[in-house]
Nanobody, 120 residues
Framework: QVRLVESGGGLVQPGGSLRLSCVAS????????MGWYRQAPGKQRDWIVR???????SYADSVKGRFTIFRDNAENTVYLQMNSLRPEDTAVYYC??????????????WGQGTQVTVSS
């Protein structure tokens, strides 16, 4: 089994910054890509950013220029640096990973979510 554990959420004022992290742990796996989704109250879960094993990144327009994703491949960890935060960034943030396991099969995993609240 593979487990994703997020950390780093919290309360921040508008214009502030937070850094989220997500660690993938388990046995006999390799990470194909990792990313972040978010879900605001009463809304659907939306994709916001992804990074592949070869460091290619993609961002949703809503966070482009403010959020940066980077990873430590050796530690199977991905980070999300969030700057210039806005109240509309308030949501539960979920880490997501596409994992290759024994036999070459690809699986998708989710973290438990971490709350980010942007408010004065």
């Amino acid at each position: 089994q593979v487990r994703l554990v997020e950390s780093g959420g919290g309360l921040v004022q508008p214009g502030g910054s937070l850094r989220l992290s997500c660690v993938a742990s388990g046995s006999s796996f390799s990470v194909k890509s990792m990313g972040w989704y978010r879900q605001a109250p009463g809304k659907q879960r939306d994709w916001i950013v992804r990074i592949t094993s070869d460091e290619r990144t993609s961002y949703a327009d809503s966070v482009k220029g403010r959020f940066t994703i980077f990873r430590d491949n050796a530690e199977n960890t991905v980070y999300l640096q969030m700057n210039s935060l806005r109240p509309e960034d308030t949501a539960v943030y979920y880490c997501e990973a596409s994992i290759i396991r024994a036999g070459g099969y690809e699986y998708r995993y989710w973290g438990q979510g971490t709350q980010v609240t942007v408010s004065s």
